[in-house]
């Protein structure tokens, strides 16, 4: 699953909890996680993209769920 770099480390340590090693990606200037990050991060361990919303800055919801979907990523 990919999460972003800069985040509470809860995001990361619930992924442990289940076994899933977390991939961290890179943010962009609104601290958020940067999509076209995401886009290189891609591969076919990916199952997931977390987006983080960040002191009430949300991040880029729809290039992600448009980059998941292009992906096969529910």
């Known amino acids: 699953m990919i999460v972003p770099s800069f985040t509470f480390v809860a995001t990361a340590h619930a992924l442990s909890w289940l076994g899933v ?3 961290f990606c890179d943010i962009d ?4 996680i940067d999509p076209r990050a995401v886009e290189r991060a891609l591969d076919d361990d990916v199952s ?3 987006g ?3 002191w009430g800055h949300p991040c880029d919801v729809d290039a992600l769920g448009a980059i998941g979907r292009s992906a096969g990523i529910p």
Do not use: M, N, W
């Open 21 to 23: 090693e977390p991939l």
């Open 29 to 32: 200037d609104s601290y958020t």
């Open 48 to 50: 997931a993209i977390i």
């Open 52 to 54: 983080v919303h960040v």
